[in-house]
T-cell receptor, first 114, second 113 residues
């Protein structure tokens, strides 16, 4: 089945540690996105990529980094510089070319501080 | 920048109809999406509006008025499983080819028996 897979489902970070969240899609979508969702709030864009080997900062990129070496994969690293990383992280992808194409989301990774 | 407003919470009765409103301010409107999100799960796509009017899809309909910067999601024959958050998201042509969305804070709908 085609879809977006995020792993792990739950992740714990120690102080001063970098952690990487995985996002893989087999939908052949060009565009991929990372969002952060805090309790009771909407989604805020961290980073996005519209093509392999290229990515752009979203609204809250500080303390995060990404790479896009393959079309299928868009991992997000939460660095030690992100002082408040506890949140629900959602990855999405989208087929480019037509305006009515929605973003499709993975099941999310819940990150907590130890 | 963009500003998207939705009510934080709504309550409705099973079998009834509920309307969830969304107002937005944007410089280059290029479409509005509604998503449903159950607690702890991924948002799922419900509807898309880019022209004025009503889009109907089964029990769910979505309306758009571009001149008023206003949309609503209408849910008919409410079921208990409709208890979820409903997210309004706007695409703006100013956002680097218009492929990115700005999300509202979501409306948490509670359906009671």
């Amino acid at each position: 089945d085609g879809g977006i897979t995020q792993s792990p489902k739950y992740l714990f970070r120690k102080e001063g540690q970098n952690v990487t969240l995985s996002c893989e899609q087999n939908l052949n979508h060009d565009a991929m996105y990372w969002y952060r969702q805090d309790p009771g709030q909407g989604l805020r864009l961290i980073y996005y990529s519209q093509i392999v080997n290229d990515f752009q900062k979203g609204d809250i990129a500080e303390g995060y980094s990404v790479s896009r070496e393959k079309k299928e994969s868009f991992p997000l690293t939460v660095t030690s510089a992100q002082k408040n990383p506890t949140a629900f992280y959602l990855c999405a992808s989208r087929r480019q070319g037509t305006s009515n194409q929605p973003q499709h989301f993975g099941d999310g990774t819940r990150l907590s501080i130890l | 920048g963009q500003n998207i407003d939705q009510p934080t919470e709504m309550t409705a009765t099973e079998g009834a109809i509920v309307q969830i409103n969304c107002t937005y301010q944007t410089s280059g409107f290029n479409g509005l999406f509604w998503y449903q999100q159950h607690a702890g799960e991924a948002p799922t796509f419900l509807s898309y509006n880019v022209l004025d009017g009503l889009e109907e899809k089964g029990r769910f309909s979505s309306f758009l008025s571009r001149s008023k910067g206003y949309s609503y999601l209408l849910l008919k024959e409410l079921q208990m499983k409709d208890s979820a958050s409903y997210l309004c998201a706007v695409r703006d042509m100013g956002n680097n080819a218009g492929n990115m969305l700005t999300f509202g804070g979501g409306t948490r709908l509670m359906v009671k028996p």
